[in-house]
């Protein structure tokens, strides 16, 4: 019997939504999952280490430059989008974050890039101190005082009020503003040692499974619901809406562009290490 393929993803509800037909073996010809759920700040590490048992991980797009030698990016099964970027949020509205505190769930993150591009283009000599805390201890670490603002994702686009919190600014609204581009999130990548022909397979899986979803998307309900960590099925089908879209079927051309745009800014800033012109090429 073939060996499963050993993948990690989150247990957000647009990973599983995603993934759904394909884990349970709904997808034809397609190479049967090992399927291990992570947070991404686990996926990024473990794609980092060089020495990851896993062949496919979903990760960010901003560790892509420390990876890219081990790892390939599949045109498909990520998250981009418009209208679905990370929110700086803090108690009180309008404050200045120069010389201030803010909480971040990762320096691994898209959101991370995208906050520090933001920054520096409208705070004027850069916020005081950037501290790294667990997603989930971010907007009451900011609602109790102990940091001057935080920066959150996914959800929390739709649950912060619920904290007495304000938006002080949209990362993906700036960016969409700065480039006309969409904002990428989450990438899905493949070991390059399974070979082009086996990435390419895994990209027709991907593909078919999010195309799969979308047909029927009663079918990855209860997937989505046993993993979505209590969250409200309202907030878990916005969540859907926001982040599987035509850029999980296919990157395409302005995906691609996104991608490259946001890490080579991010590589002028001292972010990241500088692509090579052919870092994205698949297989």
Same mark, same amino acid.
Request: glycine share 10%.
């Given at each position: 019997?073939?060996?499963?393929?050993?993948?990690? %993803?989150?247990?957000?509800?647009?990973?599983?939504?995603?993934?759904?037909?394909?884990?349970?073996?709904?997808?034809?010809?397609?190479?049967?999952?090992?399927?291990?759920?992570?947070?991404?700040?686990?996926?990024?590490?473990?794609?980092?280490?060089?020495?990851?048992?896993?062949?496919?991980?979903?990760?960010?797009?901003?560790?892509?430059?420390?990876?890219?030698?081990?790892?390939?990016?599949?045109?498909?099964?990520?998250?981009?989008?418009?209208?679905?970027?990370?929110?700086?949020?803090?108690?009180?509205?309008?404050?200045?974050?120069?010389?201030?505190?803010?909480?971040?769930?990762?320096?691994?993150?898209?959101?991370?890039?995208?906050?520090?591009?933001?920054?520096?283009?409208?705070?004027?000599?850069?916020?005081?101190?950037?501290?790294?805390?667990?997603?989930?201890?971010?907007?009451?670490?900011?609602?109790?005082?102990?940091?001057?603002?935080?920066?959150?994702?996914?959800?929390?686009?739709?649950?912060?009020?619920?904290?007495?919190?304000?938006?002080?600014?949209?990362?993906?609204?700036?960016?969409?503003?700065?480039?006309?581009?969409?904002?990428?999130?989450?990438?899905?990548?493949?070991?390059?040692?399974?070979?082009?022909?086996?990435?390419?397979?895994?990209?027709?899986?991907?593909?078919?499974?999010?195309?799969?979803?979308?047909?029927?998307?009663?079918?990855?309900?209860?997937?989505?619901?046993?993993?979505?960590?209590?969250?409200?099925?309202?907030?878990?089908?916005?969540?859907?809406?926001? %982040?599987?879209?035509?850029?999980?079927?296919?990157?395409?051309?302005?995906?691609?562009?996104?991608?490259?745009?946001?890490?080579?800014?991010?590589?002028?800033?001292?972010?990241?290490?500088?692509?090579?012109?052919?870092?994205?090429?698949?297989?």
């Amino acid at each position: 019997m073939t060996p499963k393929l050993k993948i990690a %993803y989150s247990p957000c509800p647009n990973d599983t939504f995603v993934f759904d037909a394909w884990a349970h073996g709904r997808v034809p010809g397609a190479p049967r999952l090992d399927v291990t759920f992570a947070d991404i700040d686990l996926t990024n590490g473990w794609a980092e280490s060089g020495d990851s048992a896993y062949d496919v991980l979903k990760v960010s797009y901003a560790v892509l430059p420390w990876i890219l030698d081990e790892y390939a990016l599949l045109p498909c099964g990520g998250a981009l989008g418009r209208g679905c970027g990370p929110l700086v949020l803090t108690r009180e509205p309008g404050v200045d974050l120069a010389g201030k505190t803010v909480a971040v769930p990762s320096e691994r993150s898209t959101a991370y890039l995208l906050f520090r591009l933001w920054a520096a283009d409208l705070v004027p000599g850069g916020v005081g101190n950037v501290v790294v805390m667990p997603f989930h201890e971010i907007m009451p670490a900011v609602r109790d005082g102990k940091v001057d603002a935080g920066l959150v994702i996914h959800e929390a686009r739709f649950t912060y009020q619920n904290y007495g919190l304000h938006a002080l600014a949209d990362m993906g609204a700036h960016w969409e503003d700065t480039t006309g581009l969409p904002i990428p999130l989450g990438a899905i990548v493949a070991r390059r040692s399974l070979g082009p022909d086996a990435l390419l397979r895994l990209a027709e899986a991907a593909r078919a499974s999010v195309r799969m979803a979308w047909d029927d998307p009663s079918a990855s309900r209860p997937y989505v619901r046993e993993h979505a960590q209590e969250m409200d099925p309202k907030v878990a089908d916005q969540h859907i809406g926001l %982040y599987v879209n035509e850029f999980t079927a296919d990157l395409g051309e302005a995906g691609y562009a996104a991608v490259r745009g946001l890490l080579t800014r991010a590589a002028a800033e001292g972010l990241v290490p500088p692509l090579g012109p052919d870092a994205l090429a698949f297989p």
